[in-house]
């Protein structure tokens, strides 16, 4: 299905229209500014070098995202073999299931809600980052950009059950992260 495109894709278009959103997608995955505005520009370049091969047969939205993930998942895997040269040693990341807790309630914004919007957000944001990389990947790609399991899979490499259980562990740590700061803390 071909995204009706009224105005020929140019470089600025690219730019004006679609940076903001790679970016997102790259904070998202990365989990910092830095690293995020690194892979920014990358797949910015990439796409305008590339832009006279894209043929339509797909969304832009849709190139311009498999195009960021693919960059991110370079850039840290980089990073990784960066870091695991500089330090030979490195711990392992916990991916235990966390115990199920009652889920958590929604509570109604006063007349601060800008304020506690950015809070929310920040907090809710905080909680994406700490997650470890495997679940943070598939959980932006299905809860933050509302992609499906199995082009999620197909992104990363993985048989839609691993998706299924990464972000199934995902959520469960989202829950646990937020339920504090929603719920006034966890009840034992």
Same mark, same amino acid.
């Given at each position: ?8 894709? =140019?470089?600025?278009?690219? +730019? ?23 892979? &920014? ?11 006279? &091969?894209?043929? %339509?047969?797909?969304?832009? =939205? =849709?190139?311009?995202?498999? *195009? =960021? ?5 370079? +850039? ?10 500089? *330090?030979?040693? &490195? ?8 115990? !199920?807790? /009652? ?6 914004? %006063? ?9 929310? /957000?920040?907090?809710? %944001? ?8 495997? $679940?943070?990947?598939?959980? *932006? ?17 993985? /048989?839609?059950? !691993? ?18 700061? $929603?719920? %006034?803390?966890?009840?034992?």
């Amino acid at each position: 299905m071909s995204e009706a495109i009224a105005e020929p894709l =140019t470089p600025e278009i690219v +730019f004006r229209e679609y940076a903001p959103r790679i970016y997102h997608i790259a904070r998202r995955m990365l989990g910092n500014d830095a690293d995020a505005e690194d892979v &920014t520009q990358d797949v910015l370049l990439q796409v305008i070098r590339k832009l006279d &091969t894209f043929r %339509g047969d797909a969304q832009i =939205t =849709t190139w311009l995202h498999r *195009v =960021t993930v693919n960059a991110a998942l370079a +850039f840290r895997q980089k990073r990784a073999n960066r870091q695991k040269h500089e *330090v030979h040693e &490195t711990p392992a990341e916990s991916l235990e299931i966390a115990p !199920a807790h /009652s889920p958590v309630k929604r509570w109604n914004i %006063g007349p601060e809600e800008p304020v506690l919007a950015a809070e929310q /957000s920040a907090v809710i %944001g905080k909680a994406i980052d700490d997650l470890p990389d495997p $679940f943070r990947e598939v959980y *932006v790609l299905a809860d933050v950009e509302g992609l499906p399991n199995s082009e999620i899979a197909d992104m990363l490499g993985l /048989s839609v059950p !691993a998706v299924k259980s990464r972000l199934h562990r995902a959520r469960l740590r989202m829950r646990d992260s937020l339920a504090p700061h $929603f719920e %006034g803390g966890i009840a034992s």
